[in-house]
């Protein structure tokens, strides 16, 4: 069965602060997709990333960069100098090859403050 | 760019009441799909339709919630008769051309008041 778990529920930093948001995932099929969401207090669900489970390399936009391990079943995000606009719910979310359902996990609140 | 649209952005019903969300997808996606978020919770997976037929659904998705695409751009949800545990944002989302695996991306969501 797919899982996600976001372990940390809520983080609170300053401006200009690095923070890494983790996210462990289980699923016993070996073709998957792994996603970022951010959710800022508007409302709405904002895509970010999706990482191809044959796809390890890291990538780096912006002060956003992700760390995809598959030894450790984690695809962890890092925003570089926080800025009070990343404050948001930010979620981590899987499908697998033959389901079209994203499974979420919890979801991590972040709170940048200036 | 193309966007998914959602209205109303708020509903406020009384229990026992029909509801329709609707939603119109980004224009040359083929699949689309519901997510419910219960206030505070985590967002879960309702249904996904491809091809004028429901491909996939949760438990969640039972005999009182349907799904329509009625035209070639609108698609709706329908809860037949509101429950107070129905009130939560509701996402509707639309992928791809080529595979159900291809990106969702989300509208900016129905806030159902269930009263």
């Known amino acids: 069965a797919q899982k996600v778990t976001q372990a940390q529920t809520e983080i609170s930093v300053v401006e200009k602060e690095d923070v890494t948001l983790d996210c462990v995932y289980e699923t016993r099929d070996t073709t998957y997709y792994l996603f970022w969401y951010k959710q800022p207090p508007s409302g709405e669900l904002v895509f970010l990333i999706r990482r191809n489970s044959f796809d390890e390399q890291n990538e780096i936009s912006g002060r956003y960069s992700w760390n995809f391990q598959k030894s450790t079943s984690s695809f962890n995000f890092t925003i570089t100098a926080s800025q009070v606009v990343d404050s948001a719910v930010y979620f981590c979310?899987?499908?697998?090859?033959?389901?079209?359902?994203?499974?979420f996990g919890k979801g991590m609140k972040l709170t940048v403050n200036p | 760019e193309p966007e998914v649209t959602q209205t109303p952005s708020h509903q406020v019903t009384q229990m026992g009441q029909e509801v329709i969300l609707r939603c119109v997808p980004i224009s040359n996606h083929l699949y689309f799909y519901w997510y419910r978020q219960i206030l505070g919770q985590k967002v879960e997976f309702l249904v996904s339709f491809y091809n004028n037929e429901i491909s996939e659904k949760s438990e969640i998705f039972d005999d009182q919630f349907s799904v329509e695409r009625p035209d070639g751009s609108n698609f709706t949800l329908k809860i037949r008769s509101t429950k107070l545990e129905d009130s939560a944002m509701y996402f509707c989302a639309s992928s791809g051309r080529d595979t159900s695996t291809d990106t969702q991306y989300f509208g900016p969501g129905t806030r159902l008041t269930v009263l």
């Open positions: 979310a899987l499908s697998e090859r033959y389901s079209e359902k994203l499974v």
